[in-house]
């Protein structure tokens, strides 16, 4: 190829080159070794050695201007192919994020979280246990010995003679009773499943949730208890609620008592939720009974407690005003999602 054919023909085929690639093969043509410039050089061999400085510069000159055309087209091609990249890479932040749903938690949940968050505030430990006991923590510990027919009443789960699916919390009262005596003081609160033989049926289940609080020390008297559980009904069923108690019997305790508090629905007035009476039952307790301390290892006589629970359906139906107990545990998905929560 003439070199004037050179010039034309390598520009023309730069200016025409759409990708990084075929600019590429346009510089191996032109530019490299076996191209057409290195080619032309082969000429000089005809010409007088006058001409021959004459037609190097003339090579040189087209060189440099193919080279020259050949770096700005790669700048080009390049920003070209970033552009490209980049409206390929680029995010659309106008498009929807993916949806989360969040799920539901158990009223179950929701108000033993509630009662555990108001005792820690008051500086109790929150502590759990197993759902299989032995007898020893469950009965014998809890002054229910052998005979009693507190077991018979309480219609118990049993896995063995020793073994058993514990009746009530208390079996981690007095398992917490050991661990820690002689020593004071000793504040815990203890929420857990627990079993018993039932017909389930709208206030009746097989399974349900208690949480027993227990507080040892010296000087610990029933009205530490009554202030301790008029606050509990504050907390749970609003600031205008105010307890009583009534006199009961507990193995745990002596003495023992039940605990009301006024109607949160009608005010104490009187209405269907607390049949007339302007009070609803919603615990048991008592200060904690001397054997108990003693058979835990408690060797001073002067150490007092006391001892309270709570089921958990009973409170969560009253402050929710569920009518069934089964309600719970059915896992029908309209129910629970009446306590979704939205964040
Ligand atoms: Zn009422």
Redo the contacts with the bound molecule.
């Keep these: 190829m003439e070199l004037k054919d050179i010039i034309v023909n390598g520009l023309e085929a730069i200016n025409k080159a759409e990708t990084l690639e075929q600019l590429n093969e346009v510089r191996i043509a032109y530019l490299s070794k076996k191209g057409h410039l290195t080619s032309v050089m082969g000429q000089m061999r005809n010409l007088s050695n006058e001409e021959r400085p004459m037609f190097g510069k003339k090579v040189n000159e087209v060189k440099e201007k193919i080279e020259s055309a050949y770096q700005q087209k790669v700048s080009e091609l390049e920003a070209i192919r970033l552009e490209r990249k980049m409206k390929e890479d680029a995010i659309d932040i106008t498009l929807p994020g993916p949806e989360f749903t969040i799920g539901a938690q158990n009223p179950l949940i929701i108000i033993q979280r509630e009662i555990e968050d108001v005792f820690r505030e008051m500086g109790y430990q929150v502590v759990e246990g197993d759902e299989i006991e032995l007898d020893l923590y469950n009965f014998e510990r809890a002054n229910i010995p052998q005979d009693h027919p507190a077991r018979e009443m309480q219609d118990t789960f049993y896995i063995d003679e020793h073994t058993l699916l514990r009746t009530h919390t208390t079996a981690i009262q007095t398992r917490a009773l050991e661990e820690n005596a002689p020593h004071i003081p000793l504040k815990v609160i203890c929420p857990g499943k627990v079993y018993r033989r039932d017909d389930d049926d709208a206030t009746h289940s097989h399974q349900f949730v208690q949480t027993e609080g227990l507080v040892v020390g010296h000087n610990i008297t029933l009205s530490d208890l009554k202030g301790t559980l008029s606050l509990f009904a504050k907390r749970m069923f609003g600031d205008d609620r105010v307890i009583r108690f009534r006199p009961s019997y507990f193995q745990f305790t002596e003495p023992s008592v039940e605990v009301d508090v006024s109607?949160h629905?009608?005010n104490?007035?009187?209405?269907?939720?607390?049949k007339?009476t302007?009070w609803?039952e919603i615990l048991g307790a008592g200060m904690v009974h001397p054997h108990v301390l003693r058979d835990a290892g408690y060797t001073d006589p002067t150490l007092t407690g006391f001892a309270f629970g709570a089921g958990v359906e009973r409170i969560a139906m009253l402050k929710y005003g569920i009518e069934d107990i089964r309600s719970f545990y059915t896992n029908d998905k309209r129910f629970i999602e009446q306590f979704k929560r939205y964040e």
């Design positions: 109607c629905i009608c104490g007035k009187g209405c269907n939720v607390c007339h302007g609803i």
